[in-house]
């Protein structure tokens, strides 16, 4: 039912930069902020990014987040070993029956 | 520091009703937040399923509310969810968090996550 869109993997090598996409629509990332949640293995997800570029406290300063139009953009910079989780973006969508859609996932490998 | 604690059966019959519960401590419910399920089968993304107010206000996934319930006891500070007809589709990890919500759902964003409690639909 995933209506965000996002590339199934992403990979880079420790110290290098990643870039994770997040295609939406009018109704969700082009109406509302866009959140980033991540994922380790075998555990609860954990909000990364909020409101589009917003770090929640403890988060790494090496994740960003931007926003234009109808996508969004997930950016690890200096990548480590314990950024290889499932990244997955989220916003709220209006549409007739309004409700809150994830991506389809990201899985970052650390190479 | 909130804390969520889903809790219920791990083993659900097919065509029954999943019911679970999130214990809400070190906040309270009657805040202004809304709480909400996500769930995620095995290997497969995220999925919303719904969320409430603790004035009883709800919103539910479309492609779910024909058959999901969930509700709130202030009383116990917890939530509920209740699932009906279930099949093997609906075996997943079944998550709680709270919900931050601003300006219309302009702002939506869940910042507090419970652990996640498995349902298997088997018979």
């Known amino acids: 039912q995933s209506v965000l869109t996002q590339p199934p993997s992403a990979s880079g090598t420790p110290g290098q930069r990643v870039t994770i996409s997040c295609s939406g629509s009018s109704s969700n990332i082009g109406s509302n902020t866009v959140n980033w949640y991540q994922q380790l293995p075998g555990t609860a997800p954990k909000l990364l990014i909020y409101s589009n570029n917003q770090r929640p406290s403890g988060v790494p300063d090496r994740f960003s987040g931007s926003k234009s139009g109808t996508s969004a953009s997930l950016a690890i910079s200096g990548l480590q070993s314990e950024d290889e989780a499932d990244y997955y973006c989220?916003?709220?969508?209006?549409?007739?029956?309004?409700?809150?859609?994830f991506g389809t996932g990201t899985k970052v490998t650390v190479l | 520091q909130v804390q969520l604690q889903e809790s219920g059966p791990g083993l659900v019959k097919p065509s029954g009703t999943l019911s679970l519960t999130c214990a809400v401590s070190?906040?309270?419910?009657?805040?202004?937040?809304?709480w909400s399920w996500v769930r995620q089968p095995p290997g497969k993304g995220l999925e919303w399923i719904g969320e409430i107010y603790h004035s009883g206000s709800t919103n539910y996934n479309p492609s779910l509310k024909s058959r999901v319930t969930i509700s709130v006891d202030k009383s116990k500070n917890q939530f509920s969810l209740k699932l009906s007809s279930v099949t093997a589709a609906d075996t997943a990890v079944y998550y709680c968090a709270r919900a931050f919500v601003l300006v219309g759902y302009y702002y939506y964003y869940m910042d507090v996550w419970g652990k996640g409690t498995t349902v298997t639909v088997s018979s």
């Open positions: 070190g906040g309270s419910i009657s805040s202004s937040n809304w």
């Open positions: 989220a916003a709220w969508d209006d549409s007739l029956n309004a409700f809150y859609v």
